[in-house]
Each structure stands twice: as structure tokens, then as C-alpha cells.
């Protein structure tokens, strides 16, 4: 019997309001950033004289932040040398909305709270956030699906990359409002999952206040497989990664579950784990990776693990194994990963070294062996995390933070955080929710995102399918607008817009090339006659891989549209070269013929005037040739 999988799914939507969260300046993106500062960030007890684990964490990385700013998008209240302004007016009542949409009871008086997070993304080592609403509910793929709690908050800085020493980030993003919603547990596979995300993200867009685009959307899941300890894998901003990393999730909690499961089979109820400094051992190792860090003067430190040989390279599921945790806490803390014995051959670490390995941990050949390697105090910070790690396992599962890949696994990123890193954000006085804006707020309660989806269908002659799809799309309202300002056919538009994106990206065209300007280019290239319908995947092509503008490409190619008499003269041209062709098949010779003539004008004619004067030549070349035949 399969053990029951559950996923609590928290949506952080990014509200389209026209200021940052506690401060006038615009939520835009900046490509330059002419000011920087650096800051060191440390753990501070909270009210109860706790320590969070995930900021302790953060903090034995011993890295310095980077902030890089520009005044277009930031300013001293990003920078944490000015007290935040007053809470937006609009993105409270936009909070407001999403949660009496939602069904949520919306709270009398909002209370501003700072979450402690250290790990470079916050200038001042907190988020602001505030509860706005509590319980509600929408359905989902056939289900209710329950909301715990609706929160307003300001959004995180924008992570830039980090090296040896320090983090990079972007002010730019850094107190932008979000909202976000936790939803009660959801049972099912991982396809029943994503099926709620999708769901409430069409709530969302209902409402109006939804950001569109890449980035204004992330998900966060907690996952947890049989009952046992939750894992929190944050930030999959693609909706169709949902699946995956849920499902990647359930085959690596399987493959730990299973991994103590057999630990506990052979009798070992505790992993017992011994390290020791080994460079000197390994100095002349076959190892060539081990060899080039030594002699770049790093350390190898060696851990035993009771009880675990052969299982460290186990795979009970395509994908998972416990090596490849180790690898990815050694990565966490600027390792590139660890070497352990069920893998010292592929490795080149020999059998004589590996039983002086041994010999020197006087362990036995029952026991796993990881060796890690890099510089001296990434070495010394990784070991206790990799020895709590090993200690674990046959406790299946430990609690932890994960983030999404991009191909839909999750990696280690650091300990959970506690429960006591909230406290009082005492710049911010409570905000009253009164009667009047309650009472706005509730006329505004959009209608559902169904009736929205059949208002497109209907006013634009559009199928069930691309209806949905402009309204999943991040181009909904440019579909509307260019439907506006076009001749032509909705259906066209929709297409061209939500499908043809997707599908020259599966044929490896760039997805810079379809940008936003360069679809609307070419449709009103084909709207002005300019360009064929058939020819606006072709155009895009040429236009990126020339590195010019849609416009550009048509004027530098003088790219038009042949009038009928052109078309004429290229079909009676097909339909004579191919009278052999015609003679044999009949009418069935349309279909090829219709190729070779769309090959000819290489898009330059509209495809539904082709096939008319082709499909009225080719019947009147065939009955000619059945006469004299």
C-alpha cells in the first residue's frame, strides 16, 4: 500500500499595486545598479532567548552580503537606514480582496510582524509580514480545498549569485508587496497537487490584483510522506514544476525511509560516526579530484558511518540516494560535494587506499566511508552538519529546507527554521480594517474565473481550450487590447500570442525571440499586410538569430505579401511542373503540391487564398488529363 503523501501548498502572489510595500518607490525591475554597500548579518535570540536553527545556519557560512541599488527602485528603507513608511493603503486593501474572494474571515485590525531571516535576502535580518485573513476556501479538480491563513508581506531582495566570500543582491525587488496563502494539507499524487496550484492561481487573477509574469509567483510546499517529519522546499516559480518536485520529493522521502528501514533491519538503531583529519594519508591518492584540492593546499577529513556500506549508492528509486544528500549539504556549505565508498572506485580512490582509510578509522568493511575534501574551514564547518546528517538516518526523514531545480529535484539548502522568530514590528502602529473598506472591499469580489473564461469564449469566437489559455497565459490583457486594434481573427491572435511561444521554444527557439514586442510586431506586420500568417514563426526566427527587431527584419528583407496575381502565376507554375503527379493521383495530389507552393512563397501569401486557387487548378488539371486519358 502507498503511503499517503501530503503537500501544503503556500502561494506568494506579487500584488499589482503602483508602490513597494513600505515605501513610494516603484516595483520595477533595475538592469544597473550605480550604489552598493556590504553588510555582515548575526543571529539574535528572540523574545524567549531562542536561537532559529536556519539562522545559525546561515550565519556559520561566515558570508559577507552584497546590496547592489539604483533610486529608480529603492531607496534608505530598503537600505535599512531609514524607518519603513506608512503600510500601502492599496496593498492592504488589495490583501483584502484576495481574501474575501477566498472566502477568508478578514481580521479587525492588521499587527506588522518581523520574521527573522539571515540569510542575506532582508538588509535588516527580518521580513515584515501580517496576517490579513484566516480560513476560507475555493475548489479545486473536483474538491474543497481549505485556506489556513492569508498573509500581506514585503517581498525579499533579489538573489544575484555569490562566490568563496560573499552574497549578491538586488534592492530592486526587495520590499515588494506579496500576498500569501496557505492552504491546509492537500492529499493526492503530485498531478492532483498542481491541479490545486493552477486552481488558485486562476483565483488570483480573478481578483485583478495579481502581478503577471516570470518571478511574480512562487510556491512554496511543505512535504511530508506516511505521517513522518516535514520538509519545506521553497521558491518553484514554474507551475508546471509543481508535479515534478512533488514527485521527486515522495522518491526521495521513500528512498530515506527505506534506507532506515534496512539500518534498523541489521540492528543499528544509531548510526555512530567518527571523523578524522586524513590529507596526509590521501596526499598521493589516485584520486584526481581529491589530488588537485590537496595540492591546492586543502584538507580531507574522512567520516565513518556504522552500518552503512552499500547503502550510500543505493537507488530503490531512479535518482535518489543518500551519497547524493551528503553531496548536496557539502554543496550548502561551499564543498563541491563528498566522496563516499560505495562510489571510491569511479572516483579513483583505490582498494589499498580504501583499507588504509580503514585501518586508520578502525572501522570495518560494514561501515560507509565519506570523504570530504576542499578548503581547511569549509572542511571544518560541513563535518558536524554531515555527521548529524549520517547520525539520522535511521530516523528517515529530518526536517529541513530545500529549493526546486530546474529540473524539477529539490537540493539542500538548510536546517528548518524554528517556530519562535517572530516578533513585533514596533516601527508600524496597528492599522484599524474599517467598516468602509470592509464594505468596498466586499463589493469588489470579482466573479468567478469561470465566467470570465466563457465571457472570452463567447465574445471572441474562441474554443473552450485557447479560452482557458488566454486566461492561464501572462497575455490576457495584451489578447484583449491587440483584439481591439486588429483586423484579425481572435483565434489567430490567441494562438499566435499563447501557442506559437511555447511551441517554437520545444524546437529550441530562444524565448527572448517571441518576446511580447516581437509578437505584437509581427502581428500587425500581418494585419497591415506585410506579412503572411504562415510566415510570423519564420519571421521570428530570422528576426533573433539576425539580432534585429520584427520591423527591422521586414524592412531590411522587403518581406510582403504577394498580391493574387503572384500567387496565380506560382501555383499554375506547381500544378504544370507536376501534371505527371496530377495525372497519377487525382485530387489526392493537393496535399504535396499545397507544400511545394508554400515552400515557393516562403510565406508571402496568405495560406487560405493558396489553397483555393491550388485546389480549383489541380481539380481542372485533373479532369483534363482523365479526358485525354
Excluded at 178 to 206: N, W, Y
Excluded at 565 to 577: F, G, K, P
Aim: with cysteine; proline share 5%; net charge negative.
Amino acid at each position: 500500500m502507498a503511503e499517503e503523501l501530503l503537500v501544503g501548498l503556500e502561494i506568494h502572489q506579487q500584488l499589482a499595486i503602483p508602490t513597494k510595500l513600505f515605501c513610494a518607490c516603484p516595483p520595477v525591475k533595475s538592469e544597473e545598479f550605480p550604489g552598493k554597500f556590504e553588510r555582515r548579518l548575526r543571529p539574535a535570540q528572540s523574545e524567549t532567548g531562542h536561537l532559529d536553527p536556519a539562522a545559525l545556519f546561515e550565519y556559520s557560512k561566515g558570508k559577507s552580503d552584497l546590496y547592489l541599488w539604483n533610486p529608480e527602485s529603492s531607496c534608505l528603507v530598503e537600505a535599512d537606514e531609514e524607518p519603513p513608511h506608512p503600510l500601502s493603503a492599496e496593498g492592504l486593501e488589495a490583501a483584502l480582496l484576495v481574501a474575501a474572494t477566498l472566502k477568508s474571515n478578514c481580521i479587525d485590525e492588521v499587527h506588522v510582524m518581523r520574521k527573522i531571516v539571515i540569510d542575506g535576502s532582508n538588509t535588516g535580518g527580518f521580513q515584515r509580514t501580517a496576517v490579513v485573513g484566516l480560513g476560507g476556501s475555493f475548489d479545486a479538480d473536483g474538491e474543497r480545498v481549505g485556506v489556513q491563513s492569508i498573509t500581506l508581506e514585503e517581498d525579499a531582495a533579489r538573489n544575484l549569485g555569490e562566490d568563496g566570500g560573499s552574497r549578491r543582491f538586488a534592492l530592486d525587488r526587495l520590499g515588494v508587496a506579496l500576498v500569501e496563502i496557505a492552504l491546509e494539507p492537500v492529499r493526492g499524487d503530485s498531478a492532483h497537487v498542481g491541479a490545486v496550484a493552477l486552481q488558485l492561481g486562476r483565483v488570483l487573477r480573478s481578483t485583478g490584483k495579481a502581478a503577471r509574469g516570470l518571478g511574480t509567483i512562487r510556491q512554496d510546499m511543505n512535504v511530508s510522506l506516511g505521517g513522518g517529519r516535514v520538509v519545506e522546499v521553497k521558491g518553484v516559480q514554474k507551475l508546471n514544476l509543481i508535479p515534478k518536485v512533488v514527485e521527486y520529493e515522495r522518491r526521495r522521502q521513500s528512498m530515506l525511509r527505506a534506507v532506515a528501514a534496512k539500518l534498523r533491519a541489521k540492528g543499528v538503531r544509531k548510526v555512530a560516526c567518527r571523523s578524522m583529519d586524513v590529507t596526509a594519508t590521501m596526499a598521493r591518492t589516485a584520486s584526481p579530484v581529491i589530488k588537485g584540492l590537496v595540492a591546492q593546499g586543502g584538507a580531507v577529513r574522512c567520516i565513518s558511518a556504522r552500518g552503512l556500506a552499500g547503502l550510500l549508492g543505493w537507488e530503490p528509486e531512479p535518482g535518489v540516494r543518500l551519497g547524493k544528500e551528503l553531496a548536496e549539504v557539502a554543496r550548502a556549505g561551499s564543498l563541491g560535494g563528498v566522496i563516499h565508498s560505495d562510489e571510491f572506485e569511479k572516483q579513483g580512490v583505490t582498494g589499498p587506499e580504501a583499507d588504509a582509510l580503514r585501518n586508520a578509522m578502525g572501522c570495518s568493511v560494514e561501515d560507509g566511508l565519506v570523504l570530504v575534501a576542499g578548503r581547511p574551514d569549509s572542511v571544518e564547518r560541513v563535518i558536524p552538519v554531515l555527521v548529524s546528517r549520517l547520525e539520522a538516518a535511521t530516523e528517515g526523514v529530518p526536517e529541513e529546507t530545500r529549493a526546486p531545480t530546474d529540473a524539477g529535484e529539490t537540493r539542500y539548502m538548510r536546517p528548518r527554521p524554528g517556530s519562535q522568530r517572530m516578533y513585533p514590528e514596533t516601527d508600524i502602529p496597528d492599522i484599524p480594517v474599517p467598516g468602509p473598506l470592509r464594505a468596498r472591499v466586499a463589493k469588489a469580489v470579482p466573479e468567478d474565473w469561470e465566467s470570465t473564461v466563457r465571457t472570452l469564449e463567447s465574445r471572441y469566437s474562441l474554443s473552450s481550450d485557447m479560452a482557458l489559455k488566454v486566461y492561464d497565459s501572462d497575455l490576457a490583457a495584451e489578447f484583449v487590447r491587440a483584439c481591439g486594434k486588429l483586423r484579425l481573427e481572435p483565434s489567430f491572435v490567441a494562438s499566435t500570442l499563447v501557442d506559437l511561444p511555447a511551441r517554437l521554444t520545444r524546437e529550441g527557439v530562444p524565448e527572448a525571440w517571441c518576446s511580447l514586442p516581437a509578437l505584437m510586431a509581427a502581428l500587425e506586420a500581418v494585419d497591415g499586410g506585410k506579412a503572411a500568417k504562415e510566415a510570423v514563426p519564420e519571421i521570428l526566427r530570422s528576426a533573433g538569430e539576425m539580432g534585429v527587431s520584427v520591423g527591422e527584419l521586414l524592412a531590411s528583407t522587403g518581406r510582403e505579401v504577394l498580391d493574387e496575381a503572384h500567387v496565380a502565376a506560382v501555383v499554375e507554375a506547381v500544378v504544370s511542373r507536376e501534371s505527371a503527379l496530377i495525372a497519377e493521383r487525382g485530387d489526392a495530389a493537393f496535399s504535396p503540391l499545397m507544400g511545394e507552393v508554400m515552400k515557393e512563397l516562403r510565406g508571402k501569401a496568405d495560406g487560405s487564398l493558396v489553397a483555393r486557387m491550388l485546389h480549383q487548378k489541380v481539380s481542372e488539371a485533373a479532369k483534363n488529363a482523365g479526358r485525354s486519358g
